[in-house]
Nanobody, 122 residues
């Protein structure tokens, strides 16, 4: 049974940092396409960052490029999202998810985690 369990969310002031973790069971993250998505209040879900052998480098939308970094530890079967220079507009529920090869779109997600809340506020 595939499970994705996120942790590391919380409240932080603008300019602060958080690191989200996604512990994976049921498959190995070595070569699996996997990523982070978020859903802000009143908005649809969007891709934040994805890893896949299809991408030469991880995918990031312009809104987070240079501030967020996705990584994984194969020995722990865990995927991380380091978020720096956080802004109020980064406030959202963040989800870890498996996704179709070559995509970082919510419509291409196969399995969702339960999500973790990130709130950026002064």
């Amino acid at each position: 049974q595939v499970q994705l369990v996120e942790s590391g969310g919380g409240s932080v002031r603008p300019g602060g940092s958080l690191r989200l973790s996604c512990a994976v069971s049921g498959f190995t993250v070595d070569y699996a396409p996997i990523g982070w998505f978020r859903q802000a209040p009143g908005k649809g879900r969007e891709g934040v960052s994805c890893l896949s052998d299809t991408f030469d480098t991880p995918y990031y939308p312009d809104s987070v490029k240079g501030r967020f970094t996705i990584s994984k530890d194969n020995s722990k079967n865990t995927v991380y999202l380091q978020m720096n220079s956080l802004k109020p507009e980064d406030t959202a529920v963040y989800y870890c998810a498996t996704v179709a090869w070559g995509y970082c779109e919510p419509s291409k997600v196969n399995i969702w985690g339960q999500g973790t809340q990130v709130t950026v506020s002064s």
